[in-house]
């Protein structure tokens, strides 16, 4: 079986508040491409600013979005910090926005995900380079082919 089931992602942080740090942002890209994958998904790209994140995924017709959605949150709000007197601890608004994305349009929600310091200037990660994404031999399957990628 062939499946090419792509999503865009994005949730905020509580109260749009900017808890989101370049040595969280490197915690956050490992551990959602850790639980993704136990989850029957993939990764291919993740944007940040200080207050939201979006993630592109692949995922499997099976996969569960909104387990997958609890894990990366829950899981990560868990993990990420711990509350002290510094720093709030990683807290996220409820809720999330999802949109299916077609073969043809990756290429661009790729770039949008890249440009989100560029769109939100005043709420860049101070000190973190971004993603490092995944390539995904999808992106150079062309329409109506009904073999995998080799």
């Not at 865009?8 to 969280?24: C, D, G, K």
């Not at 998904?41 to 997958?68: C, F, K, W, Y």
């Not at 770039?111 to 101070?126: K, N, W």
Request: with cysteine.
């Amino acid at each position: 079986m062939f499946d090419q089931l792509f999503v865009h992602v994005t949730w905020t942080t509580r109260e749009r508040r900017p808890l989101i740090t370049a040595s969280l942002g490197t915690f956050l890209t490992r551990f959602l491409r850790q639980v993704a994958v136990q989850e029957r998904a993939q990764v291919l790209e993740v944007g940040m600013v200080n207050d939201h994140v979006h993630v592109l995924a692949r995922i499997h017709p099976t996969t569960s979005i909104p387990r997958l959605l609890q894990r990366w949150k829950g899981g990560s709000s868990a993990l990420a910090v711990t509350p002290s007197a510094g720093h709030p601890g990683l807290k996220w608004a409820k809720g999330y926005a999802i949109h299916s994305v077609g073969p043809r349009s990756l290429s661009g929600v790729r770039e949008y995900l890249r440009r989100q310091p560029t769109h939100h200037p005043d709420r860049t990660i101070a000190g973190w380079d971004g993603d490092e994404p995944e390539f995904d031999a999808v992106e150079q399957v062309r329409s109506g082919c009904d073999q995998a990628p080799s």
